[in-house]
């Protein structure tokens, strides 16, 4: 009963702690925040203090003087500086709870779900540190799968792949569990960084990661298929054999191109996970097909490759971009239900 009072005067809440993108969905509200998993520091007093957070701190990246460090706290879906992680979250946080509370707020984050203990530790220790009341951890894929209305707690299987910034999630799923995940560290950041390697190679420009994510959202694609219209981008960087800055037309097929081999891993990857699928989830994938979800499933053309690769029906889910957020908010909406699904990291 004490319990069921409080959390009227708390804004539990449910954090996607991305690499690239940072959502948080509060009870009641549904998704109020959604910045960039960004943190400025200035040096102070031979101390490092925080600046911006999120989209201020977005911009600054490469454009900071020598006391400024413009930074990503987390790599690959985990935590790589947990000072500034535990900073942001405690940032995002307050942005969120405006009122004040009679208790601490319940969070609920998402981990990826090839992340060791180590790391499920350090996010956790992170949302606790920042002011949670009672931290619970959910794995990605399951979120996902929530989030894009796939009947997980039913007795038949659904596949999921959720294509995020630092990790991509492949499950299939069943009576609200994961019968078989496999989880790689190839997101939207690798496609970033193979655009820079594509044309550092094949034009001698160094471009920095702002540019490249501007490319692979403007005329980024999978594959180019015959219907597609020639597109270009005009970029501009340092030109590595003069050392001054230059500006080239890049096209959709270079692009597409550069992209082949993340594409390819990610295939395999989904392949892998299907040869584990048991034959009664597998009969019930070939009638329901894949969903795809994240920032990176947004990728043009990508449902058309996976389905080309599997032969099974595919389909990017609605909102593919913020699912995890939705389905990590439908879970603190209805805890009854989905209870099993939530766990702690010891």
């Given at each position: 009963m004490l319990t069921k009072l409080l959390s009227r005067f708390t804004s539990d809440m449910a954090i996607d702690l991305g690499t690239a993108n940072t959502v948080v969905y509060v009870r009641g509200k549904g998704i109020v925040l959604n910045e960039p998993s960004v943190i400025a520091m200035i040096k102070e007093g031979g101390m490092l203090k925080p600046y911006a957070f999120g989209q201020e701190a977005k911009l600054m990246l490469g454009r900071t003087p020598y006391d400024i460090d413009a930074t990503r706290?987390?790599?690959?879906?985990?935590?790589?500086?947990?000072?500034?992680?535990?900073?942001?979250?405690?940032?995002?946080?307050?942005?969120?709870?405006?009122?004040?509370?009679?208790?601490?707020?319940?969070?609920?984050?998402?981990?990826?779900?090839?992340?060791?203990?180590?790391?499920?530790?350090?996010?956790?220790?992170?949302?606790?540190?920042?002011?949670?009341?009672?931290?619970?951890?959910?794995?990605?894929?399951?979120?996902?799968?929530?989030?894009?209305g796939l009947p997980v707690t039913e007795p038949t299987g659904s596949m999921i792949i959720d294509i995020g910034g630092g990790t991509t999630e492949i499950a299939i799923?069943?009576?609200?569990?994961?019968?078989?995940?496999?989880?790689?560290?190839?997101?939207?950041?690798?496609?970033?960084?193979?655009?820079?390697?594509?044309?550092?190679?094949?034009?001698?420009?160094?471009?920095?990661?702002?540019?490249?994510?501007?490319?692979?959202?403007?005329?980024?694609?999978?594959?180019?298929?015959?219907?597609?219209?020639?597109?270009?981008?005009?970029?501009?960087?340092?030109?590595l054999m003069r050392g001054i800055p230059t500006e080239i037309l890049l096209s959709n097929h270079a692009v597409s191109e550069s992209l082949n081999e993340i594409v390819q891993q990610i295939i395999q990857a989904a392949i892998m996970t299907l040869e584990s699928a048991p034959p009664e989830l597998a009969s019930d994938i070939v009638d329901k097909g894949i969903a795809i979800t994240g920032g990176g499933g947004l990728l043009r053309n990508l449902d058309h490759i996976v389905n080309s690769c599997t032969g099974l029906p595919v389909c990017i889910a609605d909102n593919a971009l913020h699912c995890v957020a939705l389905g990590s908010g439908a879970v603190i909406e209805d805890l009854s239900k989905f209870k099993h699904v939530l766990f702690k990291q010891d």
């Amino acid at each position: 009963m004490l319990t069921k009072l409080l959390s009227r005067f708390t804004s539990d809440m449910a954090i996607d702690l991305g690499t690239a993108n940072t959502v948080v969905y509060v009870r009641g509200k549904g998704i109020v925040l959604n910045e960039p998993s960004v943190i400025a520091m200035i040096k102070e007093g031979g101390m490092l203090k925080p600046y911006a957070f999120g989209q201020e701190a977005k911009l600054m990246l490469g454009r900071t003087p020598y006391d400024i460090d413009a930074t990503r706290p987390l790599k690959d879906g985990v935590i790589a500086d947990f000072k500034g992680a535990e900073e942001m979250i405690k940032y995002f946080i307050k942005s969120v709870n405006h009122r004040r509370s009679l208790n601490k707020p319940m969070i609920i984050v998402c981990v990826p779900y090839g992340s060791t203990p180590v790391e499920r530790r350090a996010i956790q220790q992170a949302a606790e540190g920042a002011g949670a009341r009672e931290v619970f951890l959910i794995e990605e894929p399951m979120a996902a799968a929530i989030g894009a209305g796939l009947p997980v707690t039913e007795p038949t299987g659904s596949m999921i792949i959720d294509i995020g910034g630092g990790t991509t999630e492949i499950a299939i799923l069943s009576l609200g569990g994961i019968v078989h995940s496999k989880s790689i560290r190839i997101g939207g950041d690798k496609m970033d960084e193979a655009i820079i390697s594509y044309i550092r190679r094949h034009h001698n420009l160094l471009i920095g990661e702002v540019t490249a994510e501007r490319i692979k959202k403007e005329i980024g694609s999978a594959c180019v298929l015959p219907s597609d219209q020639d597109q270009s981008i005009s970029i501009k960087g340092r030109d590595l054999m003069r050392g001054i800055p230059t500006e080239i037309l890049l096209s959709n097929h270079a692009v597409s191109e550069s992209l082949n081999e993340i594409v390819q891993q990610i295939i395999q990857a989904a392949i892998m996970t299907l040869e584990s699928a048991p034959p009664e989830l597998a009969s019930d994938i070939v009638d329901k097909g894949i969903a795809i979800t994240g920032g990176g499933g947004l990728l043009r053309n990508l449902d058309h490759i996976v389905n080309s690769c599997t032969g099974l029906p595919v389909c990017i889910a609605d909102n593919a971009l913020h699912c995890v957020a939705l389905g990590s908010g439908a879970v603190i909406e209805d805890l009854s239900k989905f209870k099993h699904v939530l766990f702690k990291q010891d």
